[in-house]
């Protein structure tokens, strides 16, 4: 009886030892399994959301090549008026190239919140002076706003002195600070601003050069005219008359 026992627990301990194994798969692995993933790396998105420097070198080259073309289109326009008297004085000059180019400049509505007192050459300035568009420490770029100071005279008036009348007349100064305004149509190397603005009754070109202050001409090349008209001093360089001396900032966009 125990010889039977025996022979059935040795047959039990052998069918334990031989139970199936799970079998391996004969599928070879595919490592691009891991590479196209059903879902967005972390990685794949901050690189959607951040691009790589060399397509953000290309998107900022596109943007300046529109800016520059959007700048020459404007300047374009504005040099067609030369000679002529559209726009009516130098505020109202700016105000049509403006309209004309679809508002580069500002809105009129934001303009008309500008004011602090008759001239609207000087709201232009206090616009872009509020947002931070406004410079003078260095060179512009074309069709940026130039804007100038002082550079208008009341004219003559009479002065009454009490209980006796008087016919002496006295040439008041005006100090009003933004008076006048342009728009750069030219930066030369050299640093000359060549500008376009309504003076005299029509829109003229005129020139600023601060490395030259005291030349009107360089190597035959015009670089400063006169804001106002000097009295001559034996052909002496007036500087005090010269654009540059009325030179308050620029206003970009």
């Known amino acids: 009886m125990i010889k039977n026992f025996l022979a059935s627990l040795l047959i039990l301990l052998l069918a334990g030892c031989t139970t199936t194994q799970p079998q391996i798969s004969s599928i070879p692995y595919n490592h691009m399994d891991e590479a196209t993933p059903d879902y967005e790396s972390p990685r794949y998105i901050e690189e959607k959301v951040n691009p790589s420097p060399l397509s953000q070198t290309v998107f900022d080259t596109s943007k300046v090549a529109m800016e ?8 374009k326009n504005a040099l067609s008026y030369l000679g002529k008297r559209d726009g009516g004085d130098c505020s109202g000059f700016v105000n049509l190239i403006n309209m ?3 508002y580069p400049y500002y809105l009129e509505k934001e303009l008309s919140e500008s004011f602090d007192n008759a001239r609207k050459s000087r ?18 770029r074309i069709g940026d706003l130039v804007f100038f100071e002082n550079t208008e005279r009341k004219p003559a008036v009479k002065s009454k002195t009490k209980g006796k009348k008087s016919t002496k007349t006295t040439t008041v100064q005006v100090a009003e600070n933004i008076t006048h305004v342009g728009i750069v149509t030219r930066v030369d190397t050299d640093g000359t601003v060549e500008f376009i603005h309504h003076s005299n009754g029509k829109n003229i ?9 005291m030349l009107t001409y360089k190597d035959g090349k015009k670089i400063n005219t006169y804001m106002k008209r000097c009295p001559s001093k034996n052909g002496a360089i007036q500087s005090q008359c010269m654009n540059i001396a009325f030179f308050v900032a620029y206003g970009t966009f």
């Open 205 to 213: 070109v005129d020139y600023m050069n601060f490395h030259y202050p």
């Open 68 to 75: 520059m073309a959007r700048r020459n289109a404007l300047i």
């Open 100 to 102: 004309k180019n679809g």
């Open 123 to 140: 709201a232009m300035y206090n616009l872009m002076n509020k947002k931070g568009l406004a410079f003078s420490g260095y060179e512009p």
